[in-house]
């Protein structure tokens, strides 16, 4: 089954504790990207990635970290999280040549909250 | 990529046709419109795209205005299932290159389905 698959789903940490949260798709997709979703906000893009070791920034970078060493994951790394950085986390990923129908796959979220 | 701009929130009744509207007055010529659906918190589904003609699917149909400033996603028979937040997005395609890579969404239309 085709999917993007985030881990974890629920965490609770403390201010300062470097945390990852993995994604990874099996559609052998080359772009990537990570959104946060906030109450009244939307979804602001953070990081994307348009194949192994081409990321970019997207909207709100600041405070995040990601890294593409292999074309199915993309994790997004807090290395010292704030409680302003609490939100629901999603990963999506899609193809990137001319047959794609620019569908984006979204994984089933990370709800992160920081103490 | 182009703005949109959507209500914040519609009612429909169980059965009858959800009509959501969507303005996008600075689209561009080769700019897509796609539309997304949130159910509660879960990741966002793609529903269907269009660049100037009306498309359907399973899920819905899209009606693009002639001049291309606004759209309206068609839910014929909206069930409960189909309460969600529904998203609106304009965008040149991914493989476009340069800086069609960043993808934000807005705050979308809260559609709820009364029985």
């Known amino acids: 089954e085709a999917q993007v698959t985030q881990n974890p789903r629920y965490l609770i940490t403390v201010t300062g504790k470097k945390l990852t949260v993995t994604c990874s798709q099996n559609?052998?997709?080359?772009?990537m990207s990570w959104y946060r979703q906030d109450p009244g906000l939307g979804l602001r893009q953070i990081y994307y990635?348009?194949?192994?070791?081409?990321?970019d920034k997207g909207d709100v970078p600041e405070g995040y970290k990601v890294s593409r060493k292999e074309k199915r994951n993309f994790p997004l790394i807090l290395e010292s999280p704030s409680p302003n950085q609490t939100s629901l986390y999603f990963c999506?990923?899609?193809?990137?040549?001319?047959?794609?129908?620019?569908?984006?796959?979204f994984g089933e979220g990370s709800r992160l909250t920081v103490l | 990529d182009a703005k949109t701009t959507q209500p914040t929130s519609m009612d429909c009744a169980e059965g009858r046709a959800a009509n959501l509207p969507c303005n996008h007055s600075?689209?561009?010529?080769?700019?897509?419109v796609y539309w997304y659906r949130q159910i509660h918190s879960q990741g966002p589904q793609y529903i269907i795209h269009?660049?100037?003609?009306?498309e359907t699917n399973e899920m819905a149909s899209l009606i693009i205005t002639e001049d291309r400033k606004s759209s309206t996603l068609i839910l014929p028979h909206a069930t409960l299932r189909d309460t969600a937040v529904y998203y609106c997005?304009?965008?040149?395609?991914?493989w476009g290159g340069g800086s069609n890579y960043k993808l934000t969404f807005g705050k979308g239309t809260l559609l709820t389905v009364n029985p």
């Open positions: 999506a990923s899609s193809r990137l040549d001319g047959s794609n129908t620019g569908e984006l796959f």
């Open positions: 559609m052998n997709h080359e772009y």
């Open positions: 990635s348009m194949n192994v070791e081409v990321t």
């Open positions: 600075t689209i561009s010529g080769n700019e897509y």
């Open positions: 269009g660049l100037k003609n009306n």
């Open positions: 997005i304009v965008r040149r395609p991914f």
